[in-house]
C-alpha cells in the first residue's frame, strides 16, 4: 500500500516463461496484489506464477481455458482487481521490457488525483531513443501521430506504450465489452477514456529490448489497424461531438465536411464532363467547386483546433 492507497499489478502472459518470474521477483513489496493472467500460454507462464504464489501470498494466477490477446488478458485482471477494491491498477508485461524501477512514478499523478491514466513514453529522452531500433522508432513516431488524431490525446506520445497505470475511478467508467481484447487494447483504451473525459499523463522512462519473443504478427497488424483506427476515430467524434455535447466543433463538422466532399465530387465531374466533351468549364462553375472545398477545408481544421483544445485536462470532482 502506498500513501493509503490500494495498488494492484496486472501482467497479462503469454509465451514469457523464461521471465516471468524475474519480473515478479523486481516487484515492489509496496504492491497489494499481483495478478497474473496466463493466456491459454503454450509454456505454461501461469504454473510458473502459480509455483512462486506459495510463498507470495500477494499472488493470484488466472488461467484462461481459450486465448483472449493481451487486451482480453487485462481485463481479467481488471475485473480481479476492481474485486479487491484496489485504487490503482498497474499494467506491466510479462517479458522484462519494463522497469518496475518507474512504479513510483507512474502512480504519483493518480495518488495526487491530477491524472485518471498514466503511461509510458520512451520519447520524452533523446539518449533513451539510442537503445530503439530505427525502423521501430520511425513507425512508432507515424503511429503516433495517427493515434493522436484517432484518440484526441494530441498532448501524448507513444499510445500504444503498455506500461501504464489507471485510477478504479476511470476503470469505473470504462464499458469493458467494448474495449478490443487483441493488440489493438492499448489504442483503444485512450479512445474511451477520451470519450469520458479522463486526463492522461505521459510519463518518461526508457527502452528495455532483450530476448523475449513476441507474438504480434506484423501483416495482421496492417489489414486490421487501419479499419478499426477509421472505426474508433468516428466513434470518438459522435460522442465527444454529437451526443454527449453539441458545440462550435460540431457545427463545423456537419457544415464543413458535406461542403468540402460536394465541391470534390461536383469538381471531379466537372473536369471529366468538359475533357469528355471538349467543354471548357465557366468560372462560375469552377467557383461553385473551388469555394466549398476552400469553405469546407476551413470549418475541418476550426473543428481540429477545438478538438485539440478540449484535451481532458483538469480532473473531475464527479464520481
Given at each position: 500500500?502506498?500513501?493509503?492507497?490500494?495498488?494492484?499489478?496486472?501482467?497479462?502472459?503469454?509465451?514469457?516463461?523464461?521471465?516471468?518470474?524475474?519480473?515478479i521477483a523486481t516487484l515492489p513489496a509496496s504492491i497489494d496484489h499481483i495478478i497474473v493472467v496466463d493466456d491459454m500460454c503454450p509454456e505454461k507462464s501461469g504454473m510458473i506464477a502459480q509455483q512462486i504464489a506459495v510463498n507470495d501470498p500477494r499472488i493470484q494466477v488466472i488461467?484462461?481455458?481459450?486465448?483472449?490477446?493481451?487486451?482480453?488478458a487485462v481485463i481479467s485482471g481488471y475485473y480481479a482487481a476492481m474485486d479487491k477494491n484496489c485504487d490503482i491498477v498497474i499494467k506491466m508485461d510479462g517479458d522484462g521490457q519494463m522497469d518496475p524501477g518507474f512504479i513510483p512514478a507512474l502512480i504519483e499523478p493518480l495518488k495526487k488525483n491530477k491524472a485518471d491514466y498514466t503511461k509510458g513514453c520512451r520519447f520524452s529522452n533523446?539518449?533513451?531513443?539510442?537503445?530503439?531500433?530505427?525502423?521501430?522508432?520511425?513507425?512508432?513516431?507515424?503511429?503516433?501521430?495517427?493515434?493522436?488524431?484517432?484518440?484526441?490525446y494530441w498532448n501524448v506520445m507513444d499510445p500504444t506504450n503498455g506500461y501504464t497505470a489507471i485510477s478504479?475511478?476511470?476503470?469505473?467508467?470504462?464499458?469493458?465489452?467494448?474495449?478490443?481484447?487483441?493488440?489493438?487494447f492499448e489504442s483503444d483504451m485512450l479512445v474511451h477514456l477520451?470519450?469520458?473525459?479522463?486526463?492522461?499523463?505521459?510519463?518518461?522512462?526508457?527502452?528495455?529490448?532483450?530476448?523475449?519473443?513476441?507474438?504480434?504478427?506484423?501483416?495482421?497488424?496492417?489489414?486490421?489497424?487501419?479499419?478499426?483506427?477509421?472505426?474508433?476515430?468516428?466513434?470518438?467524434?459522435?460522442?465527444k461531438f454529437f451526443l454527449f455535447d453539441f458545440n462550435m466543433a460540431s457545427v463545423y463538422i456537419i457544415t464543413g465536411l458535406p461542403m468540402f466532399i460536394f465541391g470534390t465530387l461536383f469538381g471531379i465531374y466537372r473536369w471529366i464532363y468538359g475533357s469528355m466533351h471538349q467543354e471548357i468549364n465557366?468560372?462560375?462553375?469552377?467557383?461553385?467547386?473551388?469555394?466549398?472545398?476552400?469553405?469546407?477545408?476551413?470549418?475541418?481544421?476550426?473543428?481540429?483546433?477545438?478538438?485539440?483544445?478540449?484535451?481532458?485536462?483538469?480532473m473531475d470532482d464527479e464520481e
Open positions: 500500500m502506498v500513501e493509503n492507497n490500494s495498488i494492484a499489478i496486472v501482467i497479462p502472459s503469454y509465451k514469457v516463461s523464461s521471465h516471468i518470474a524475474q519480473v488461467f484462461h481455458e481459450k486465448n483472449q490477446g493481451v487486451g482480453g533523446p539518449e533513451t531513443l539510442r537503445n530503439m531500433p530505427k525502423i521501430r522508432l520511425f513507425g512508432n513516431s507515424m503511429l503516433s501521430f495517427i493515434l493522436k488524431v484517432c484518440s484526441g478504479i475511478r476511470a476503470l469505473k467508467k470504462l464499458r469493458f465489452e467494448h474495449l478490443s481484447k487483441r493488440y489493438f477520451n470519450i469520458y473525459n479522463c486526463v492522461v499523463r505521459d510519463i518518461a522512462m526508457p527502452s528495455i529490448y532483450g530476448d523475449e519473443k513476441s507474438s504480434l504478427r506484423v501483416g495482421n497488424i496492417l489489414l486490421k489497424f487501419p479499419f478499426l483506427l477509421t472505426k474508433r476515430f468516428f466513434k470518438r467524434i459522435f460522442y465557366s468560372t462560375g462553375t469552377i467557383m461553385l467547386s473551388i469555394l466549398p472545398i476552400i469553405l469546407g477545408i476551413q470549418f475541418i481544421l476550426q473543428a481540429i483546433q477545438i478538438d485539440i483544445s478540449s484535451i481532458p485536462k483538469k
